[in-house]
Nanobody
Framework: QVQLVESGGALVQAGGSLRLSCAAS????????MGWYRQAPGKQRDVVAS???????TYADSVKGRFTISRDNAKNTVYLQMNNLKPEDTAVYYC???????????????WGQGTQVTVSS
Protein backbone atom coordinates (compact mmCIF):
# COMPACT_ATOMS: atom_id res chain seq x y z
CA GLN A 1 0.00 0.00 0.00
CA VAL A 2 1.13 3.53 -0.77
CA GLN A 3 -0.03 6.72 0.92
CA LEU A 4 0.59 10.39 0.28
CA VAL A 5 -0.07 12.63 3.27
CA GLU A 6 -0.11 16.41 2.89
CA SER A 7 0.31 18.95 5.66
CA GLY A 8 0.84 22.67 6.09
CA GLY A 9 -2.43 24.14 4.88
CA ALA A 10 -3.81 27.05 6.90
CA LEU A 11 -5.59 30.38 6.90
CA VAL A 12 -3.19 33.20 6.07
CA GLN A 13 -3.45 36.86 5.17
CA ALA A 14 -2.65 38.12 1.70
CA GLY A 15 1.09 38.65 1.31
CA GLY A 16 1.88 35.88 3.73
CA SER A 17 3.70 32.59 3.24
CA LEU A 18 3.03 28.90 3.75
CA ARG A 19 5.01 25.73 3.21
CA LEU A 20 3.17 22.58 2.21
CA SER A 21 4.67 19.13 2.66
CA CYS A 22 3.67 15.79 1.19
CA ALA A 23 5.25 12.57 2.39
CA ALA A 24 4.93 9.28 0.55
CA SER A 25 5.03 6.05 2.51
CA UNK A 26 4.45 2.36 2.02
CA UNK A 27 5.86 -0.27 -0.27
CA UNK A 28 7.78 2.12 -2.51
CA UNK A 29 10.47 1.06 -4.94
CA UNK A 30 10.94 4.42 -6.64
CA UNK A 31 9.26 7.78 -7.15
CA UNK A 32 9.31 9.62 -10.44
CA UNK A 33 7.71 12.99 -11.00
CA MET A 34 5.95 14.68 -8.09
CA GLY A 35 3.63 17.63 -8.24
CA TRP A 36 1.15 19.92 -6.59
CA TYR A 37 -2.36 20.61 -7.88
CA ARG A 38 -5.11 22.83 -6.54
CA GLN A 39 -8.86 22.96 -6.81
CA ALA A 40 -10.97 25.96 -5.88
CA PRO A 41 -14.73 25.58 -5.25
CA GLY A 42 -16.61 25.09 -8.50
CA LYS A 43 -13.44 24.85 -10.55
CA GLN A 44 -11.40 22.04 -12.03
CA ARG A 45 -8.21 20.72 -10.47
CA ASP A 46 -5.21 22.43 -12.06
CA VAL A 47 -1.49 21.78 -11.86
CA VAL A 48 0.48 24.30 -9.79
CA ALA A 49 4.01 22.94 -10.00
CA SER A 50 5.88 19.74 -10.75
CA UNK A 51 9.36 18.35 -10.23
CA UNK A 52 11.10 15.41 -11.83
CA UNK A 53 13.20 12.88 -9.96
CA UNK A 54 16.23 14.78 -11.22
CA UNK A 55 14.98 18.10 -9.89
CA UNK A 56 13.70 19.78 -13.02
CA UNK A 57 10.76 22.04 -12.18
CA THR A 58 7.79 23.56 -13.99
CA TYR A 59 5.24 26.08 -12.74
CA ALA A 60 1.85 27.44 -13.68
CA ASP A 61 2.13 31.00 -14.95
CA SER A 62 -0.03 32.24 -12.08
CA VAL A 63 2.50 31.16 -9.44
CA LYS A 64 5.84 31.75 -11.16
CA GLY A 65 8.13 33.84 -9.00
CA ARG A 66 6.01 33.24 -5.88
CA PHE A 67 5.96 29.45 -5.38
CA THR A 68 8.89 27.04 -5.22
CA ILE A 69 8.62 23.27 -5.45
CA SER A 70 11.35 21.04 -4.06
CA ARG A 71 11.82 17.44 -2.97
CA ASP A 72 13.85 15.36 -0.58
CA ASN A 73 14.32 11.99 -2.23
CA ALA A 74 15.72 10.42 0.93
CA LYS A 75 12.49 11.28 2.74
CA ASN A 76 10.13 10.63 -0.20
CA THR A 77 8.77 14.11 0.39
CA VAL A 78 7.81 17.00 -1.85
CA TYR A 79 7.42 20.58 -0.66
CA LEU A 80 5.70 23.70 -1.94
CA GLN A 81 6.94 27.01 -0.58
CA MET A 82 4.30 29.64 -1.24
CA ASN A 83 5.19 33.32 -0.83
CA ASN A 84 3.27 36.52 -1.45
CA LEU A 85 0.00 34.61 -1.27
CA LYS A 86 -3.09 36.12 -2.90
CA PRO A 87 -6.79 35.49 -2.25
CA GLU A 88 -7.00 33.75 -5.63
CA ASP A 89 -4.58 31.12 -4.31
CA THR A 90 -7.35 29.88 -2.01
CA ALA A 91 -8.01 26.22 -2.80
CA VAL A 92 -7.54 22.66 -1.66
CA TYR A 93 -3.99 21.67 -2.56
CA TYR A 94 -3.26 18.06 -3.56
CA CYS A 95 0.05 16.35 -4.08
CA UNK A 96 0.59 13.78 -6.78
CA UNK A 97 3.40 11.32 -7.39
CA UNK A 98 4.28 8.64 -9.92
CA UNK A 99 5.28 5.67 -7.78
CA UNK A 100 6.60 2.23 -8.55
CA UNK A 101 5.74 -0.20 -5.80
CA UNK A 102 7.86 -3.06 -4.53
CA UNK A 103 4.97 -5.51 -4.72
CA UNK A 104 4.70 -6.55 -8.34
CA UNK A 105 6.66 -3.50 -9.47
CA UNK A 106 3.52 -1.73 -10.66
CA UNK A 107 3.62 1.98 -11.46
CA UNK A 108 0.86 4.52 -11.23
CA UNK A 109 -0.02 8.03 -10.08
CA UNK A 110 -1.08 8.43 -6.47
CA TRP A 111 -2.91 11.36 -4.87
CA GLY A 112 -2.94 12.78 -1.39
CA GLN A 113 -6.12 13.67 0.47
CA GLY A 114 -5.66 17.42 0.09
CA THR A 115 -4.93 20.31 2.43
CA GLN A 116 -6.91 23.55 2.59
CA VAL A 117 -5.18 26.86 1.92
CA THR A 118 -7.25 29.97 2.54
CA VAL A 119 -5.87 33.45 1.84
CA SER A 120 -7.81 36.36 3.29
CA SER A 121 -7.70 39.83 1.76
Amino acid sequence: QVQLVESGGALVQAGGSLRLSCAASGSIFSIGAMGWYRQAPGKQRDVVASITSGGRTTYADSVKGRFTISRDNAKNTVYLQMNNLKPEDTAVYYCNAYITTRNGMSSMYYWGQGTQVTVSS
